[in-house]
Structures are given as C-alpha cells and as structure tokens.
C-alpha cells in the first residue's frame, strides 16, 4: 500500500513538471521552449485585446505660481487573427485629451489574401473633430513580407542577450484569467537601445547607427527611459498570453528639458516637468481555431470605386499616425 501511495505521488509530481509550473525552468530554458512552440506547434489562429493608458501632465512653474497642462489617452483594440494564409481584423477606439479638449478616434481594419500573390487591407478611421463621416482606405502589398510562421521561424534563432535584452523569470506562477503561467520580464533603457542598434549595424553592415547626430540626440532625450516588458507565458504550451509594458519607472528629466527648450519663452525663467502617472499596454491573446474574416461591403464598395492608395503597409503607418495625432 505504501508503494502504491510513494508511486502515486511520485506520477502526480512527475504530471506537474509536464503540465505545469516547473521550478526548475529558468528564463533562458523557458524562451527557447517559447521559440520552439512558435515553430513546431503555430497556433492556427488567436483573438488579442489590446488596452493601452496615457496619464500624464507638463507642470510649469516660476517658484511664485504653477501650472498643469494634462496630457491622457486610452484605448482598447480587439483583434482577430489567422496566421496562414494570414488574415486579420481590428476594431478599436482611442479617446485623447490635452489642453483641456477632447478627441476620440475610431478605427476599423481588415486584412486578406487575395490568394494572387497580394495581401489585401481595408482600413476605416473617423475622428470626432472633423465631424465628417469616415472614410474606408484601400491598398495592396506583397503577402510574402507577411509571412508569419516564417518570422516565427527566423525569431527561434534570436539570442535576446545579444540585443540587448535580459530576460528573468519570475519564482513563483503568475495568473493570467485561470491560466497558470511563467513570468518572464526585461527591462530596455538606454543601454539597451544602444546595445540594440550596435546589433543592427553588425548585422546590416552598415556604419554605426549611434555615430548619428540624429540618433545620438533621441538616445540623450532616452538617457532616463526604462520600459518595462513581461511576457506571460502558459506553462502547459509556453504559448505567451499576455504582455505587459509600461514606462512608469522612468526617468524623464532629460525630456522635461528637451521640452522647456521647445517651449521657448513661453517657460523662460520657469521649471518645466513632464509627470507620468501611468504609460502602460496589455496585450491577451486567445488561442483559437480558425475562423473566416469577412471584409465588409461598404469597404469592398469602396476599393471598387478607384480608393486605392496601393501600399497596405503604408496605410496602416499613416493610420497609426493619424491615431498619434
């Protein structure tokens, strides 16, 4: 009997170092069997929400008198996505404020193969100050460049140490809406950025990119930048479910000066301070089988009438920006 019971437990310890959290695992063991499951096992399809938050303010004062320009912005985005052939579909909202005005921008985008060689996106924005009815945009680009499994293929090769990024795991799990998951995190500041574009120069070819008068200013305003990332990563299937970034622990001194500077006469013999409260995105991804994505009429009407701008990957850069204002 006491066998019996010394092999059951013996079986129930052995199940939870398959099927669950392993204390064993190490960041390292952990992200390669997170590249490994990207290229031997790609899911089929995932739906992704995405929730970002801006709450920030640009204080200015002259040591008698102060004052506060609030700077905010939220937005939730849903996403449907098919990995091969690639599809997708995006339905998301973005309410902004500054200087006490408000603005809220909707955006709408659908992703095809057109099954000849092109990857077909329709993309719809309306902001509420125009007060125009919005409008669908359409644009074709090569579908080969979007080839997800290969990018998970070429990414199971990446050593992240070697650009800059140092990953650790967390001891104990994490909980991701009833998913037992491993807790992997990194940290990108200045010294990583610079370890980062060393890397692209070696591998382009090209000249040092931080040699750059242009580059070698953003990286001075990036001096106290940290951005947090963690990645939460199913511990039955190392498939990541959720990610998380924010900037909340940075420095940003060197930006308040870059923007006191900007700010000309208007801060002259004043302090100027950007305060952030909160700068964070959340991204969780469901596992899903695939599903059809059906671009609506209105939009097909539209490529149809002669809208067609004829660079999808443009489109969605210049819809992104329109976004950012």
């Not at 939730?76 to 404020?97: A, C, E, Q």
């Not at 996106?121 to 579908?143: F, L, R």
């Not at 994490?174 to 992997?184: F, I, Q, R």
């Amino acid at each position: 009997m006491k066998k019996k019971v010394l092999f059951c437990l013996a079986a129930l310890g052995a199940a939870s170092m398959l099927f669950g959290f392993d204390s064993a695992e190490t960041a390292e063991s952990v992200l390669e069997k997170m590249q490994t499951a990207g290229v031997e096992n790609p899911p089929a399809a995932a739906d992704v929400n995405v929730d970002m938050n801006l709450d920030a303010s640009v204080d200015i004062g002259d040591g008698t008198t102060s004052s506060s320009i609030g700077i905010g912005a939220s937005g939730n985005y849903d996403m449907s996505i098919n990995v091969d052939p690639l599809g997708m579909s995006m339905d998301g909202k973005l309410d902004m404020s500054f200087l006490g005005q408000s603005q809220s921008l909707i955006m709408k985008l659908y992703g095809v193969d057109a099954g000849d060689g092109t990857f077909d996106t329709y993309i719809y924005t309306e902001d509420s100050v125009s007060g125009e009815e919005g409008t669908w945009e359409h644009g074709s680009s090569d579908s080969s460049i979007l080839d997800l499994e290969d990018l998970l293929a070429k990414g199971a090769d990446i050593d992240f140490s070697e650009w800059g990024l140092d990953f650790e795991l967390a001891p104990e799990a994490a909980d991701v809406n009833g998913t037992e998951c491993y807790l992997l995190s990194a940290v990108i500041d200045s010294s990583s950025i610079e370890t980062f574009l060393n890397k692209i120069s070696e591998v382009s070819g090209e000249e040092d990119l931080t040699s750059d008068e242009d580059v070698a200013m953003a990286m001075s305003m990036l001096s106290g930048i940290k951005v947090k990332l963690e990645y939460y990563v199913d511990t039955t299937d190392y498939q990541t479910v959720k990610l998380h970034i924010d900037l909340n622990d940075s420095d940003l001194s060197a930006i308040s000066q870059y923007l006191a500077m900007a700010m000309g006469e208007m801060a002259e013999g004043s302090s100027v301070e950007l305060s952030l409260n909160d700068f964070s995105l959340d991204t969780f991804v469901t596992y899903t089988d695939r599903k059809e994505i059906v671009v609506p009429e209105e939009a097909l009407a539209s490529a149809e009438s002669g809208d067609v701008s004829g660079d999808a990957l443009g489109e969605v850069e210049n819809a992104l920006e329109d976004i950012a204002g």
